[in-house]
């Protein structure tokens, strides 16, 4: 579950920042896209880091198991959606 939120809310995050930028001019989208990747990141590093400091005890497979999982259904949703 916690890999799984560890890869879903900052993509979610990531999404609710670019979205507000969709139709903007060039340069304000790819700011806002640069920042929120940056965001991205430092938001699933910093779950991450709380997971493996607080979670006992942490099995780490299934933790980046649920964070693959998410990942890939990402991926499929955008190479199988319409």
Excluded at 43 to 72: D, H, Q, S, Y
Aim: proline share 2%.
């Amino acid at each position: 579950m916690f890999g799984s939120l560890a890869s879903y809310l900052p993509g979610l995050a990531f999404a609710l920042i670019v979205a507000r930028r969709f139709g903007a001019e060039s340069g304000a989208f790819l700011r806002a896209a640069v920042l929120a990747e940056c965001a991205k990141w430092l938001l699933c590093a910093t779950i991450c880091v709380v997971v493996f400091t607080a979670v006992e005890p942490l099995a780490a497979g299934w933790f980046f198991t649920g964070m693959g999982i998410v990942l890939l259904a990402g991926w499929l949703g955008l190479i199988l959606g319409n």
